[in-house]
């Protein structure tokens, strides 16, 4: 199974702020990689697809990068309503797998 | 819209199955594939297995085989997963999930495994 090692685990950030989580896949995913947005007791919302792609209706501070085993998800200027849990998602391989979550808080 | 409605939560005893269900509206039910996904405190997200609502035809996480059953009615555009043999290790969120690109979510459904 491919491992996804998402950092950090906390993280907590200013209004304002640019934040930056990450996620390391154990072998190469191409740009296999998701990106969800999770709210206490919410269903996850998918943010970025692919890698870099946006989702519809997402503002255009969340966005993604990276290929292969690094995968980047930053907020640009991070906003109260994104006090969430994020976490990745590989879909290049069989069993699908996850990144452990980063749960933001505010500063 | 893309909505999945899961049904509600559920307790229930150890040794005893369960199935989930997740109605599909907004979208093509057969032209989409539907995921399954555990979440627990401790285990974090696990993939359960996938179905393929056109044909009927499945592919489960290895960890799951045995443990979970995944079916479709296409009739009502509905999705299921039997949990059998449930322990209380099976206690967590369901969630159902469409496309191989697990693109919308639906609300999740806790099930509680205890005597």
């Known amino acids: 199974d491919i491992q996804m090692t998402q950092s950090p685990s906390f993280l907590s950030a200013s209004v304002g702020d640019r934040v930056t989580i990450n996620c390391k896949a154990s072998q190469n995913i191409n740009r296999y990689l998701n990106w969800y947005q999770q709210k206490l007791g919410e269903a996850p919302k998918l943010l970025i697809y692919?890698?870099?792609s946006l989702q519809t209706g997402i503002p255009s501070r969340f966005s993604g990068s990276g290929s292969g085993t690094d995968f980047t998800l930053t907020i640009s200027s991070l906003q109260p309503e994104d006090v969430a849990t994020y976490f990745c998602l590989q879909h290049n391989s069989w069993p699908r797998t996850f990144g452990a979550g980063t749960k933001l808080e505010l500063k | 819209q893309v909505q999945l409605q899961q049904s509600g939560a559920e307790l229930v005893k150890p040794g005893t199955s369960v199935k989930l269900s997740c109605k599909a509206s907004g979208y093509t039910f057969t032209s989409n594939h539907m995921n399954w996904i555990k979440q627990t405190t401790g285990q974090g997200l696990e993939w359960i297995g996938i179905i393929n609502p056109g044909s009927g035809g499945t592919s489960y996480n290895v960890k799951f085989k045995g443990k979970a059953t995944l079916t479709v009615d296409k009739s009502s555009s509905t999705a299921f997963m039997q949990l059998s043999s449930l322990t209380p290790e099976d206690s967590a969120v369901y969630y159902c999930?469409?496309?191989?690109?697990?693109?919308?979510w639906g609300q999740g459904v806790m099930v509680t495994v205890s005597s």
């Open positions: 999930a469409r496309r191989l690109g697990f693109d919308y």
């Open positions: 692919n890698a870099n």
